[in-house]
């Protein structure tokens, strides 16, 4: 029974936060079970069923209830020693994409066992179902398509598109993830092969974040590609036809808004601006932030991760972040994204207008430093950042004329930062900060090899995708991974737990707080500015109780009343991928 506005039972382990339609997860972990939702004669459907297959680890009782007998080989295993067998398997393939690929594959045929490996395996498996494999995967999507996983909505679907949502089985969707694949990491356009970046973040959401996967839902919009390479592919598996601009494109992703809504509610949270280009992304956030629970991982998600490393290393640098200055190369949405988080935190700490704040951070774009004299031929959202400053061209200029003691790289292209715009950096700062935050590996600003060999060891470093530890002279460094798998899971959690119904910036600056306070000493001594993620469900519980604790604070959350232990709270709302037992 749920009572008192809480959402699952008080005693369940595996509820992730949503009205569980089979019943499955309102019970307590050790309760059997009914599998089916039909009446079956085999159970050979049993075994086809992704959510309810464990495969050889079916008991001979079930083995008999559910007419599985025949179906199996006889040797019934448990379900560590099949997580065994399958990372052995996926330790033997070489090559990234393999692995990915073995990973999809079980996630369609034994969910549980395929979140089980996840959580217990996640810093070896994160950088396969995540960045920077997903890029490699979203770019050969179409060779390596084998079962559809989530919604395509294209042009073809207009005036029809809530019918499309209806199409999808789950009605307690909480979450969705979409995408236009107009700007896929630092790839470019790969317009429907984009369904990797949807599909790779909610698979985190349940793994690390705790979100049940039933209530979570990939979408692709599909208005076309500009990428010719992908039009010329007869393996493409998106439209064959320029992007939708305008007029048509905004029409199109209005009616997916409203949609969404009237189907499934005020409270679903959508990540619905990431990896678009910039020039919507801006605007489809300002335009549905009052309307709806939107919330993007490109300006908002990047920019808490990157404000979180920023005040757990200032235990490191000194001083508060009023105290430094910070140059950007690229001013993107993530960029300034960024930029305006770290501004909005200096307001709160100093109480300054968020006009004087932004004259501490810089930006760089491919026409040099953003100055006051460029402002008449700048995007809307560069100009907050122009300042008063003769024009810069050349990114190390613009380090010896600034000074900064934090360099962010938001660009999108890789090797940008030299190994003279590295010096520059060391010369000025007994400890230069820099953050290489673009993704993949591949077009990262700079390698982390780089980042200690050219300071001589003394920067502080972190970047988007993983680096492997590397030792300068008898010392081994620990990169930091800026990743934004720290922040949206338990975002995500925090929002729907709290059944909040719109999200506030200030609920992005206590995840950002949140995080940074779980870096300990013993990190700070390997250089790390981030947690290990070996310890990123403990580390979402307490990011998710602290949003909610905020959203409950600003009014804004519906599940009433308030948890009296949030982290708690956060805890039994988190979905457990161990077997049921089934009656």
Same mark, same amino acid.
């Given at each position: 029974?749920?009572?008192?506005?809480?959402?699952?039972?008080?005693?369940?382990?595996?509820?992730?936060?949503?009205?569980?339609?089979?019943?499955?997860?309102?019970?307590?972990?050790?309760?059997?079970?009914?599998?089916?939702?039909?009446?079956?004669?085999?159970?050979?459907?049993?075994?086809?069923?992704?959510?309810?297959?464990?495969?050889?680890?079916?008991?001979?009782?079930?083995?008999?209830?559910?007419?599985?007998?025949?179906?199996?080989?006889?040797?019934?295993?448990?379900?560590?020693?099949?997580?065994?067998?399958?990372?052995?398997?996926?330790?033997?393939?070489?090559?990234?994409?393999?692995?990915?690929?073995?990973?999809?594959?079980?996630?369609?045929?034994?969910?549980?066992?395929?979140?089980?490996?996840?959580?217990?395996?996640?810093?070896?498996?994160?950088?396969?179902?995540?960045?920077?494999?997903?890029?490699?995967?979203?770019?050969?999507?179409?060779?390596?398509?084998?079962?559809?996983?989530?919604?395509?909505?294209?042009?073809?679907?207009?005036?029809?598109?809530?019918?499309?949502?209806?199409?999808?089985?789950?009605?307690?969707?909480?979450?969705?993830?979409?995408?236009?694949?107009?700007?896929?990491?630092?790839?470019?356009?790969?317009?429907?092969?984009?369904?990797?970046?949807?599909?790779?973040?909610?698979?985190?959401?349940?793994?690390?974040?705790?979100?049940?996967?039933?209530?979570?839902?990939?979408?692709?919009?599909?208005?076309?590609?500009?990428?010719?390479?992908?039009?010329?592919?007869?393996?493409?598996?998106?439209?064959?036809?320029?992007?939708?601009?305008?007029?048509?494109?905004?029409?199109?992703?209005?009616?997916?808004?409203?949609?969404?809504?009237?189907?499934?509610?005020?409270?679903?949270?959508?990540?619905?601006?990431?990896?678009?280009?910039?020039?919507?992304?801006?605007?489809?956030?300002?335009?549905?932030?009052?309307?709806?629970?939107?919330?993007?991982?490109?300006? !908002?998600? @990047?920019?808490? %991760? +990157?404000? #979180?490393?920023?005040?757990?290393?200032? /235990?490191? =640098?000194?001083?508060? &972040?009023?105290?430094h200055r910070f140059l950007f190369l690229g001013a993107g949405e993530a960029g300034t994204g960024i930029a305006e988080l770290i501004a909005l935190e200096m307001s709160k700490q100093t109480g300054n207008p968020i006009e004087e704040n932004r004259k501490k951070i810089w930006l760089v774009d491919s026409k040099g430093l953003i100055v006051d004299s460029r402002k008449h031929s700048l995007q809307h959202?560069?100009?907050?950042?122009?300042?008063?400053?003769?024009?810069?061209?050349?990114?190390?200029?613009?380090?010896?004329?600034?000074?900064?003691?934090?360099?962010?790289?938001?660009?999108?292209?890789?090797? !940008?930062? @030299?190994?003279? %715009? +590295?010096? #520059?950096?060391?010369?000025?700062?007994? /400890?230069? =900060?820099?953050?290489? &935050?673009?993704?993949?590996?591949?077009?990262?600003?700079?390698?982390?090899?780089?980042?200690y060999t050219w300071s001589e060891g003394r920067a502080i470093f972190a970047s988007g995708s993983p680096f492997d530890p590397f030792e300068y002279d008898g010392k081994v460094f620990v990169p930091g991974q800026a990743n934004n798998a720290y922040i949206f899971p338990g975002f995500g959690l925090g929002v729907i737990m709290s059944g909040a119904i719109r999200v506030h910036d200030d609920m992005l600056?206590?995840?950002?707080?949140?995080?940074?306070?779980?870096?300990?000493?013993?990190?700070?001594?390997?250089?790390?500015?981030?947690?290990?993620?070996?310890?990123?469900?403990?580390?979402?519980?307490?990011?998710?109780?602290?949003?909610?604790?905020?959203?409950?604070?600003?009014?804004?959350?519906?599940?009433?009343?308030?948890?009296?232990?949030?982290?708690?709270?956060?805890?039994?709302?988190?979905?457990?991928?161990?077997?049921?037992?089934?009656?």
């Amino acid at each position: 029974m749920m009572n008192g506005g809480n959402l699952v039972d008080n005693d369940s382990a595996v509820a992730g936060g949503v009205e569980d339609m089979y019943g499955e997860d309102i019970a307590t972990t050790g309760q059997p079970v009914t599998p089916w939702t039909v009446s079956v004669a085999s159970g050979y459907t049993l075994m086809r069923d992704p959510r309810h297959n464990k495969g050889l680890a079916f008991t001979e009782r079930e083995r008999d209830a559910h007419y599985l007998r025949g179906l199996l080989p006889p040797i019934v295993l448990s379900q560590e020693l099949q997580e065994k067998r399958i990372m052995h398997m996926l330790r033997q393939y070489k090559v990234p994409l393999q692995r990915y690929m073995a990973m999809m594959d079980l996630q369609e045929r034994n969910e549980r066992l395929f979140y089980k490996l996840l959580i217990d395996n996640v810093e070896e498996l994160l950088p396969v179902v995540y960045t920077p494999t997903v890029g490699e995967a979203c770019q050969k999507y179409g060779s390596i398509f084998r079962r559809p996983q989530g919604l395509y909505i294209s042009l073809k679907e207009k005036g029809k598109i809530l019918e499309v949502l209806k199409n999808w089985p789950e009605r307690s969707v909480q979450v969705i993830v979409v995408t236009d694949g107009e700007r896929i990491l630092g790839l470019g356009d790969l317009g429907c092969q984009g369904m990797g970046i949807p599909v790779g973040k909610l698979s985190l959401y349940t793994a690390l974040g705790g979100v049940r996967p039933s209530a979570c839902l990939p979408i692709t919009i599909d208005v076309g590609t500009n990428n010719e390479k992908l039009l010329n592919n007869e393996f493409y598996i998106g439209l064959r036809q320029r992007r939708a601009t305008g007029q048509e494109y905004a029409e199109l992703l209005h009616e997916f808004m409203s949609a969404v809504k009237q189907n499934y509610g005020e409270k679903v949270l959508i990540q619905v601006i990431i990896d678009f280009a910039n020039h919507n992304a801006f605007e489809l956030l300002a335009r549905y932030r009052s309307s709806h629970l939107v919330f993007n991982d490109d300006i !908002q998600g @990047t920019a808490s %991760v +990157v404000l #979180a490393g920023l005040l757990a290393a200032l /235990k490191l =640098l000194g001083g508060t &972040l009023a105290d430094h200055r910070f140059l950007f190369l690229g001013a993107g949405e993530a960029g300034t994204g960024i930029a305006e988080l770290i501004a909005l935190e200096m307001s709160k700490q100093t109480g300054n207008p968020i006009e004087e704040n932004r004259k501490k951070i810089w930006l760089v774009d491919s026409k040099g430093l953003i100055v006051d004299s460029r402002k008449h031929s700048l995007q809307h959202f560069k100009k907050p950042w122009a300042h008063e400053h003769e024009p810069v061209s050349k990114l190390v200029d613009a380090v010896k004329a600034i000074k900064p003691t934090v360099l962010i790289g938001t660009s999108g292209v890789g090797k !940008q930062f @030299t190994r003279e %715009v +590295v010096e #520059a950096m060391a010369s000025i700062n007994e /400890k230069p =900060l820099i953050m290489a &935050l673009s993704n993949p590996t591949s077009q990262a600003e700079c390698t982390a090899e780089e980042a200690y060999t050219w300071s001589e060891g003394r920067a502080i470093f972190a970047s988007g995708s993983p680096f492997d530890p590397f030792e300068y002279d008898g010392k081994v460094f620990v990169p930091g991974q800026a990743n934004n798998a720290y922040i949206f899971p338990g975002f995500g959690l925090g929002v729907i737990m709290s059944g909040a119904i719109r999200v506030h910036d200030d609920m992005l600056l206590t995840a950002s707080e949140a995080l940074a306070a779980q870096v300990t000493e013993e990190h700070f001594k390997k250089g790390l500015i981030y947690p290990p993620f070996s310890d990123i469900r403990k580390i979402s519980a307490n990011i998710a109780a602290k949003v909610a604790a905020k959203a409950y604070e600003l009014g804004l959350a519906s599940h009433l009343p308030q948890p009296e232990d949030l982290v708690k709270y956060a805890e039994s709302c988190m979905y457990s991928p161990v077997y049921r037992s089934y009656r």
